[in-house]
């Protein structure tokens, strides 16, 4: 099969410096992947008649990329599209480097794959795609959704984030975003204030907290870090375990569903158990070292960019 992909190397999300990897992994995973027989860049508008492909991706996360392709509605290639929170509303302004900037709302998101004539859509919060995209793709949206997690790139989280716990800073560190408009961090909130936790603000309230490249030894200078997230599975849900930490996570669906177990390669934690169970690991870190490893195991066996490259190809393949 032949691979075209359609992207922004100028996304923020793309971009060697973005706070998170994890998106550029995926798709230099997706374009490196062994099974492709070429792989068409395209970057800019363009006519259909000159894509040589039988998959076609849009890696355009938060549908910002104004690529117009003529007649991609008819092309034989099957066609995906990456979208990333569902929740998204519509924005115009400028980004971060003073670019003009237009992100598409859900209605909107979905109006454009559809008149693209998208097949699937890559969407890695299953709970938020049936809530806001659902609604504009009626009966279709089960048979459209193709499911994986935002996942990290093993190769940069070395056997040095296999450092025993014992040999790590002996605290549980606080580490995300804050802005939310849907409810999805008020646990978070609630937690990074708790006087148990270690807080280090992200690299969006301070430029001076690692990111990029320099945020997988961050994370494993710690011996525990929180995820929480209300409803999906967010990158920290992986690149957490990746680093050798143990995960003290909010439970979600998504993640059980991915094969994480309370007390086996994680520990679950909510409001009523959470200062509890944080004494009790900064009581004894190292003794914690079992749930670290297999965390750390059970990302790189099956939640990884590699992974997902694997899982794309092998889709692609049963259904173009």
């Not at 999805?184 to 990074?192: I, L, N, V």
């Not at 990302?299 to 393949?317: G, N, P, R, S």
């Amino acid at each position: 099969m032949k691979l075209a992909v359609a992207y922004d190397p100028s996304d923020n999300k793309l971009r060697v410096d973005s706070y998170s990897q994890a998106y550029r992994a995926m798709l230099r995973r997706v374009i490196s992947h062994k099974g492709w027989e070429s792989v068409q860049h395209i970057t800019a508008s363009c006519n259909a008649a000159h894509i040589d492909a039988d998959v076609l991706v849009y890696f355009d996360i938060h549908s910002r990329h104004a690529i117009e392709i003529e007649g991609i509605e008819s092309h034989r290639a099957i066609k995906y599209s990456y979208l990333d929170d569902p929740h998204q509303e519509e924005f115009e302004g400028l980004d971060g480097n003073k670019r003009p900037l237009h992100k598409l709302g859900a209605e909107q998101r979905i109006k454009r794959e559809l008149g693209r004539g998208t097949r699937y859509l890559i969407c890695p919060y299953p709970d938020s795609y049936y809530r806001f995209f659902g609604p504009f793709l009626g009966r279709q949206a089960a048979d459209m959704l193709f499911w994986y997690p935002v996942c990290p790139e093993a190769a940069n989280y070395p056997p040095a984030c296999s450092k025993p716990l014992s040999e790590r800073l002996g605290k549980v560190l606080a580490n995300g975003a804050l802005v939310d408009h849907h409810g999805y961090y008020d646990f978070r909130k609630w937690a990074f204030r708790q006087p148990c936790v270690f807080h280090i603000k992200h690299w969006l309230y301070n430029p001076a907290t690692p990111k990029a490249g320099a945020y997988p030894g961050f994370l494993s200078r710690f011996a525990g870090a929180l995820a929480l997230f209300r409803d999906n599975a967010v990158p920290k849900y992986l690149e957490i375990p990746l680093a050798g930490c143990v995960c003290f996570a909010q439970w979600n669906r998504q993640y059980y569903e991915m094969g994480f177990r309370d007390g086996v390669n994680c520990i679950y934690v909510d409001r009523h158990t959470f200062a509890d169970r944080i004494a009790e690991f900064l009581n004894d870190p190292g003794a914690y070292q079992a749930i670290a490893t297999a965390g750390r195991e059970r990302v790189q066996a099956h939640w990884t960019a590699a992974t997902f490259a694997d899982a794309l190809y092998a889709h692609a393949k049963e259904n173009a």
